[in-house]
């Protein structure tokens, strides 16, 4: 398997086999972490990381992978640099390729992404946009399979606004690799018709099954894995907490639901989420929305503390995972095969 010089920018890009490769690739390099074995196999390169969104976990996955693998790193955030103000993404793809060995992007439009990978001749990783969120679904493959020791045939249930990066990326994902995929919400947030029939076709070839429903109990009967995600993504604007709350605070993931699960089952967020009164939006939207829905009167919104507190959950070796993903998409993408 050679990826050498492809963009990671979603895993539509990719076939299964490509897909399960870097999945094996991350254990095999989250063994050698553990195990204390350098990998400085890069250590002659230099990346890029743009953020135009606010992150933990991918820019310290990208940061920690890349000075692992003995890279030089630079971030730019959102006020750092002259792209988009007084540079278009086009001319910024152009100067940053000639300067670095690889580009990370967290942004707005996955058409910058796709603009930064077309002019800057060199690896583009996407870090999210508001489609897709491509480097996440490899983490939770991962994780996954750490808990079960397969993916194919595994029933997987994703609750919440799924046609987000999230629910998009998840479903394309379990259509690769097999998984039988089940969105639980109503229906004006299910994903495109467009990419459902792109992953229904993609679907054929694999295995899996891909299916909607607006029953939380039907949906998450005897499954594998409940997965949700916040109700609210990065640069939607404020006013659409009202409308969401409305659509979503009856899906909000409790024990009931888990229990209602396989007794195996496990509970995954893409982190961050709100589960308690801690975080400054969590406070806020408990105390606007509290009365009218009283779900989220403690600032536990898509899921609750109780279970994301409980041993359901794996949340934690998931955001992990994140950062072994992340490094196997980079040294796979900027070197020769490794097996
Ligand atoms: N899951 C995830 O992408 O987290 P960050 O927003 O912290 O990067
Ligand atoms: N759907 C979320 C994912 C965060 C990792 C967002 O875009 O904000």
């Known amino acids: 398997m050679n990826l050498k010089t492809r963009n990671f920018i979603t895993l539509l890009d990719f076939t299964p086999q ?9 254990a095999h390099l989250k063994d050698e972490k553990y195990e204390g074995i350098p990998h400085k196999h890069l250590s002659d390169k230099n990346i890029v990381l743009l953020f135009q969104k606010d992150s ?10 890349a000075l692992d693998l003995g890279m030089g790193v630079t971030f730019l955030g959102p006020s750092g640099s002259q792209m988009n103000k007084k540079e278009s993404v086009k001319d910024t793809a152009r100067v940053l390729g ?22 800057s001749g060199v690896p583009v990783w996407n870090g999210l946009t508001d489609k897709y969120h491509p480097t996440q679904i490899l983490a939770d493959f991962l994780t996954i399979k750490e808990k079960f020791g397969y993916l194919k045939g595994i029933n997987f249930t994703y609750i919440g606004d799924s046609r987000n990066n999230m629910g998009n990326s998840l479903m394309i994902g379990s259509a690769k690799l097999g998984l039988n995929f089940i969105g639980v919400a109503p229906k004006e947030l299910w994903p495109d018709k467009d990419l459902i029939d792109v992953c229904l076709e993609i679907a054929k070839d694999t295995g899996a099954t891909i299916k909607f429903t607006e029953d939380k109990m039907e949906g998450t009967k005897d499954v594998d894995v409940i997965y949700t995600d916040v109700w609210v993504s990065m640069g939607e604007p404020k006013e659409v907490w009202n409308t969401r709350l409305e659509q979503l605070n009856n899906y909000q993931v409790d024990m009931s639901l888990m229990k209602n699960a396989k007794s195996t089952a496990i509970f995954m967020h893409c982190l961050p989420a709100f589960h308690d009164k801690e975080t400054e939006v969590g406070k ?4 606007e929305f509290g009365t009218l829905y009283p779900r989220v009167k403690n600032g536990e919104m898509e899921v609750t503390d109780e279970v994301i507190e409980s041993n359901y959950s794996v949340v934690f070796q998931e955001a992990e995972n994140r950062m072994h993903t992340i490094k196997a998409v980079m040294l796979a993408t900027m070197s020769d095969s490794y097996e």
Request: with cysteine; charged share 35%.
């Open 18 to 26: 490509e897909i399960n490769y870097l999945i094996d690739l991350s």
């Open 56 to 65: 933990t976990r991918t820019r310290c996955a990208f940061e920690v992978g």
């Open 98 to 119: 000639r300067m670095y060995d690889g580009i990370e992007f967290r942004g707005y439009k996955q058409k910058d992404v796709e603009a930064l990978a077309e002019f």
């Open 284 to 287: 806020n939207i408990s105390e």
